[in-house]
């Protein structure tokens, strides 16, 4: 769960980074499409498990 937490938290900072270089923009936004789709594989884990 805790890094479920620290991976949401990441997504936020380089969101907030996109903002500030834009050079880079594509590559932070496709880091946290990776993340953002990890935590969805996450969470649906979770419910696999406690739905049992």
């Known amino acids: 769960m805790e890094s ?3 991976v949401s ?9 996109i903002a500030v270089h ?8 496709a880091v946290v ?3 953002r789709q990890w935590l969805e594989r996450q969470a649906e884990a979770r419910r696999k498990l406690f739905s049992l």
């Open 4 to 6: 479920v937490l620290v």
């Open 9 to 17: 938290r990441i997504c936020q900072e380089i969101e907030a980074l």
């Open 22 to 29: 834009g050079d880079t923009r594509g590559q932070l936004a």
């Open 33 to 35: 499409e990776d993340a």
